[in-house]
């Protein structure tokens, strides 16, 4: 499902439908305060790391989980992930084996993370914190969950891009709020924008009075492979939160993307929505594209017909992550 444009308006004009629809906004936000409050159910012994978000939908916690797991590596750190797992079928707690699970088992992000670190899927969080816990990890890197009170959080990054910002401010369905920024900052260790210089600036002008706590700032980067973007022409297609950002990534790079195909947010990859594509790539002499996240989910029989790009969090200053880092170390 797409989110509806009017969420990104300003939060000074958020729009007639926004209005019409605060109300259950703040019903919304009522029914999330209600669960945050709730006790934990887990006391971990181990430093949990949070990496969330107030938005619905994609603001680049993959990119960042990526970030900070190199980053503790780089500290001597055994870090683990834990993940709800969302499109999987598996309940958990059980970790992640590439070469026995796929994405429909486990969901597409667990997937792709365990290829960094071990990874770990449950929907009951609390439960996977303590199976990583148990299995020796000196951290857990809580892949989303900051508003599931299951587990407490010692450090919490709230990902934001920037240049959507909080969108019009308000909860859902009136916006792509999870909960009130205020709120939600008020639980936060760091808030990390990303996105250009560009919207770096715009998101400052708009939210910046209301970031209360320390600001980092990166963009996400394709990951330099030697591959020559402009020779072929491309057919690109992308089921995350905003696939405009990543058709945007290609054309940066000189890509000639003749037909572009936004997909909802882990939308199954069916053997008739591949086969249409790659019918159009063959008319074309196009070769297909996707993200890293998407080519987790292809069948077999198109992973050497579809070209991944890889794309890495490049955070300017991580002064305020590490100094928070020490501190649990």
């Not at 970790?95 to 929907?123: M, Y």
């Not at 709120?183 to 919207?199: F, P, Q």
């Not at 600036?201 to 030697?226: N, Q, Y």
Request: aromatic share 6%.
């Amino acid at each position: 499902m797409r989110a509806p444009e009017f969420w990104d308006n300003p939060p000074n004009r958020p729009g007639i439908k926004a209005n019409l629809l605060a109300p259950l906004g703040a019903l919304y936000a009522i029914a999330t305060a209600k669960r945050i409050s709730k006790p934990a159910s887990l006391k971990p012994t181990i430093p949990v790391i949070c990496i969330g978000n107030l938005n619905a939908g994609g603001t680049g916690k993959t990119p960042t989980a990526m970030a900070m797991i190199q980053r503790l590596q780089g500290m001597g750190k055994t870090v683990h992930v834990v993940s709800r797992g969302y499109g999987g079928s598996l309940e958990g707690p059980l970790q992640v084996n590439e070469r026995i699970h796929q994405a429909s088992d486990v969901g597409d992000e667990p997937l792709l993370l365990a290829a960094f670190t071990p990874t770990w899927v449950a929907k009951d969080r609390a439960s996977g914190v303590r199976a990583a816990q148990e299995a020796g990890a000196d951290a857990v890197l809580l892949d989303d969950g900051f508003q599931n009170p299951s587990v407490p959080k010692d450090f919490s990054i709230i990902v934001v891009d920037a240049q959507r910002g909080f969108g019009n401010g308000l909860c859902i369905p009136a916006g792509p709020l999870r909960e009130p920024v205020q709120a939600g900052l008020s639980r936060a260790d760091v808030v990390l924008s990303i996105g250009s210089n560009k919207a770096q600036s715009d998101f400052l002008e708009i939210w910046g009075s209301s970031v209360t706590v320390p600001h980092a700032k990166g963009e996400v980067m394709p990951l330099e492979t030697g591959m020559d973007w402009t020779e072929t022409p491309m057919i690109a297609f992308a089921g995350i939160g905003y696939p405009e950002k990543f058709f945007g990534t290609l054309r940066t790079l000189g890509a000639n993307v003749v037909q572009t195909h936004a997909l909802d947010d882990h939308q199954p990859l069916t053997s008739s929505l591949l086969a249409r594509l790659d019918a159009d790539a063959r008319k074309l002499g196009a070769q297909l594209v996707t993200t890293e996240k998407d080519a987790v989910r292809l069948p077999a029989a198109y992973r050497q017909k579809v070209l991944p790009l890889p794309v890495r969090l490049e955070i300017s200053d991580w002064s305020v992550i590490d100094n928070a880092l020490n501190a649990l170390f």
